[in-house]
């Protein structure tokens, strides 16, 4: 199995940034991608980036130019920097990392931008 803590979140204006941190642990020889989801109050969760063992980075369009994911993995660790947050990027961010195709998730990391 793999835990993932992430943290990070906070409450910041809009136009500001945040950087999210995510550590991973235990079996994680297995984790293949990495990645954050979000979930804004009423809505579905969406993936918002996802970074491959080889550095390969996709970003969901409402972020792009603006969010970059990055990993550290001597460190096991996933990072997400926000830049220009709006108060749309307002929710809970979940750190996931992919084993076998299946995602295991973190418990979330509340960001709330206001306007």
């Known amino acids: 199995q793999v835990q993932l803590v992430e943290s990070g979140g906070g409450l910041v204006q809009a136009g500001g940034s945040l950087r999210l941190s995510c550590a991973a642990s235990?079996?994680?020889?297995?984790?293949?991608?990495m990645g954050w989801h979000r979930q804004a109050p009423g809505k579905q969760r969406e993936l918002v980036a996802r970074?491959?063992?080889?550095?390969?980075?996709n970003y969901a369009d409402s972020v792009k130019g603006r969010f970059t994911i990055a990993r550290d993995n001597a460190k096991n660790t996933v990072y997400l920097q926000m830049n220009s947050l709006k108060p749309e990027d307002t929710g809970v961010y979940y750190c996931?990392?992919?084993?076998?195709?299946?995602?295991?998730w973190g418990k979330g990391t509340l960001a709330i931008v206001s306007s």
């Open positions: 996931t990392a992919n084993r076998y195709g299946m995602d295991c």
């Open positions: 970074i491959s063992t080889s550095e390969s980075t």
């Open positions: 235990g079996s994680i020889r297995s984790i293949n991608s």
